[in-house]
């Protein structure tokens, strides 16, 4: 057993959290845990959520005596955003999840999957309809409006990315945290959570090819690929079916200027505009972390862009029809207040036409 002290950059984005948490994976039989902090530089809502969840995870498995914080007093904005609570840290004033934000940030959310589907239940409706009342509720505090193409976009991709938690990762909480720049026309929304993990859930499925975390999260960002609604499953019906194009829909926004970055295992992954613009990260990270980085300047229609997008999927599905043979769902392919019933039966009549 040894007393283990983890350097923790006073810079905090995406490429340091990719590297603490790989550094804590390797963390065996530590009896305290120090959490040395080098000050408040740059901080980043992605950086804030994997960390704070990987230095709890890493005391969690390593059952240790102490946790403790050094040089961390100075790092208000943290506190205020509900990093050193995330972690079981006692600082600041509120628990993860009952902190309210305001217009332009997100602090530390942490929702509770079994708590969303008992909501429904009680309601009598479906689990979607929950999401999509929490989604439009987290982008009306992030940008401080609840309609236009900011919260169109915010509320539709916060919800296909809370929604893949529920209903694929087997995760029973989901996290986010999010900051929006109005002076940087950019906004970033981090989405984590603590299941399965990409390549477990895309397993499920006969028709892939998935033997390593790379491989899994390419076929994530596919269109109409699924772990659970595959050539020869059971196919759901209605608006919230189970449908493989929530991820796709939502990389392809967040790339129109913007990038999309998802981890899991040992795989990362980021997109962008570019014609090369794929790039893989190493990481350690037991479940699936998202980040959202979107150009408010760029964005335009969002009911346009989605009919792009799902076009571009058809033509997909219709190419590789043995692996994604199946319907995507209308709350997937639009805003959700543009579908009904109705046009579901329309966009499955279309798929069988084609």
């Known amino acids: 057993m040894s007393d283990v002290t983890v350097k923790?950059?006073?810079?905090?984005?995406?490429?340091?959290?990719?590297?603490?948490?790989?550094?804590?994976?390797r963390i065996e039989g530590a009896r305290t845990i120090t959490a040395e902090f080098g000050g408040e530089g740059s901080i980043e809502p992605f950086a804030m959520l994997?960390?704070?969840?990987?230095?709890?995870?890493?005391?969690?498995r390593n059952n240790?005596?102490?946790?403790?914080?050094?040089n961390h007093e100075r790092m208000t904005y943290a506190a205020h955003m509900g990093f050193?609570?995330?972690?079981?840290?006692?600082?600041?004033?509120?628990?993860?999840?009952?902190?309210?934000?305001?217009?332009r940030h997100l602090p530390v959310n942490i929702l509770n999957c079994e708590e969303l589907r008992r909501e429904a239940a009680s309601e009598g409706t479906e689990v979607g309809d929950v999401v999509e009342s929490k989604a439009r509720h987290l982008a009306r505090m992030l940008c401080g409006a609840d309609s236009g193409d900011l919260f169109d976009t915010l509320s539709y991709s916060i919800r296909e990315i809370i929604r893949n938690v529920v209903e694929h990762s087997e995760s029973t909480q989901v996290g986010i945290c999010a900051q929006y720049w109005p002076t940087k026309s950019k906004v970033e929304v981090a989405i984590i959570d603590r299941g399965v993990g990409l390549r477990s859930t895309l397993q499920r499925n006969p028709h892939l090819d998935v033997n390593n975390d790379r491989s899994a999260?390419?076929?994530?960002?596919?269109?109409?690929?699924?772990?659970?609604?595959?050539?020869?499953?059971?196919?759901?019906r209605g608006?919230?079916?189970?449908s493989g194009f929530g991820l796709y829909m939502t990389s392809r926004i967040c790339r129109n200027g913007g990038n999309f970055f998802i981890a899991s295992g040992g795989a990362g992954m980021m997109l962008t505009k570019a014609k090369d613009g794929k790039s893989y990260f190493p990481c350690s990270y037991e479940g699936t972390a998202v980040r959202l980085v979107i150009k408010t300047d760029q964005i335009g229609s969002l009911s346009e862009s989605l009919k792009r997008y799902r076009e571009d999927g058809f033509e997909f599905q219709k190419k590789y029809r043995e692996i994604v043979n199946i319907n995507p769902s209308a709350a997937s392919l639009m805003l959700s207040q543009d579908f009904d019933?109705?046009?579901?039966?329309?966009?499955?009549a279309n798929l069988k036409r084609n």
């Not at 390419?218 to 759901?236: D, E, F, I």
């Open 341 to 348: 019933i109705s046009l579901w039966d329309k966009f499955v």
């Open 239 to 242: 608006p919230w079916a189970n």
């Open 84 to 103: 050193f609570n995330a972690f079981g840290y006692q600082e600041g004033p509120k628990k993860p999840g009952d902190r309210n934000g305001s217009s």
């Open 64 to 70: 240790v005596e102490a946790f403790h914080c050094k």
């Open 8 to 25: 923790i950059p006073s810079t905090l984005t995406l490429s340091t959290a990719l590297q603490l948490s790989l550094d804590l994976a």
């Open 50 to 60: 994997m960390i704070s969840s990987e230095l709890q995870r890493a005391a969690v």
């Open 217 to 236: 999260v390419n076929y994530a960002l596919m269109p109409a690929v699924s772990g659970r609604a595959y050539k020869g499953s059971r196919q759901q």
